[in-house]
């Protein structure tokens, strides 16, 4: 049983920075894919970053060039910095991990089997 536990989150004003961090605890193989995924009220879930096993990189447009999401896999934790912070960004954040699929990992939230309770962002503008 994988279980995940965010922290990180809190407020700032926009252009400011935040670290989420994101800590595994249980089974959790190198081969997994591990992504942030945020959730404004009445929005659906959105992935927003993906780190590949490998540790290479996908984001959404939304945070491309803003946000950097990493790995320290002797910890079996994972990292979002978060950079020139927009009110837009206002959101429950979540980590998510899972097992790739044909070497691939999924971009969206369904494909992903674990999940922290999340951690809330919150920009003032």
């Known amino acids: 049983q994988v279980q995940l536990q965010e922290s990180g989150g809190g407020s700032s004003q926009a252009g400011g920075s935040l670290r989420l961090s994101c800590a595994a605890s249980?089974?959790?193989?190198?081969?997994?894919?591990m992504g942030w995924f945020r959730q404004a009220p009445g929005k659906e879930r959105e992935t927003i970053a993906v780190?590949?096993?490998?540790?290479?990189?996908v984001y959404s447009d939304s945070v491309k060039g803003r946000f950097t999401i990493s790995a320290d896999h002797d910890r079996k934790t994972w990292y979002l910095q978060m950079d020139s912070l927009k009110p837009d960004d206002t959101a429950m954040y979540y980590c998510?991990?899972?097992?790739?699929?044909?070497?691939?990992?999924?971009?969206?939230?369904?494909?992903?089997?674990?999940w922290g309770q999340g951690t809330q962002v919150t920009v003032s503008s």
């Open positions: 780190l590949y096993y490998g540790d290479s990189t």
């Open positions: 998510g991990t899972g097992p790739e699929s044909g070497g691939y990992c999924y971009w969206l939230a369904k494909g992903y089997g674990y």
């Open positions: 249980g089974a959790i193989y190198s081969s997994y894919c």
